[in-house]
């Protein structure tokens, strides 16, 4: 059984102008499907093979593990982002914002301050606690994602590789975070909050 590259939730042109179509279609087409065909190389023969793909992120380590994460950690990034933006927190995500954050724009401010200390590539999140339902902000480097951590639930993610905006926004990793957060999937977020 081959590990599949998931469709992007969109069109290569849904996100522009923010994210242009030229950076999804080497995003996605290039970057994310290449880590699939590295996997899929990498498990033949072994254990791994026939292992669906969240069992070999959280059991594997080095080569394997990297594109494991790599491919689940993409696939979590096209489903937070959502053409247009336009959406907003709701339900019981909404309420945490509220009391942990008072307004949204507080958390804005923290996450995006997160995202463009996250040194080198990586990836910045925002997460469940599982103990208390609360919220936090918290950056992996490489390919090191909250799956592998049984007591915190990702809520949405930002990719903050170079190439997931040296296309558009060259070194200004700012400017990237900020389009990003105008093109968060909230509603995306808050069902995986209430989950
Ligand atoms: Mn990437």
């Known amino acids: 059984m081959r ?29 994310h499907r290449g880590y699939v065909e590295k996997l899929n190389a990498l498990i033949a023969a072994t254990p791994f093979a026939g292992m669906a793909l969240d069992d070999i992120v959280k059991t594997s380590s080095g080569a394997i593990f990297n594109n ?11 489903r937070s982002l959502r053409p247009g933006g336009g959406c907003l927190p709701a339900g019981p995500l909404a309420a945490t914002i509220a009391a942990q954050f008072g307004v949204l724009d507080k958390l804005r401010e923290e996450f995006l301050a997160c995202a463009a200390a996250n040194f080198g590539s990586g990836w910045t999140w ?6 208390d339902d609360s919220l ?14 049984s007591t915190l639930t990702p809520l949405l993610v930002v990719d903050v590789w170079e190439h997931a905006y040296y ?17 968060i ?4 977020a808050s069902a995986n909050y209430a989950r």
């Open 136 to 149: 936090a902000i918290i950056s992996t480097a490489n390919a090191n994602t909250p799956l592998t951590e």
């Open 3 to 31: 590990i599949e590259l998931p469709p992007l939730p969109y069109t290569f042109d849904a996100l522009a102008p923010l994210i242009s179509a030229q950076t999804l279609e080497y995003h996605y087409d290039r970057h």
């Open 185 to 188: 999937n909230w509603d995306f």
């Open 167 to 183: 296309i558009d926004y060259r070194n200004a990793r700012a400017k990237y975070l900020d389009v990003f957060w105008q093109l």
């Open 126 to 131: 925002l997460v469940k606690q599982r103990v």
């Open 68 to 78: 494991a994460a790599q491919i689940w950690n993409h696939t979590f990034y096209w």
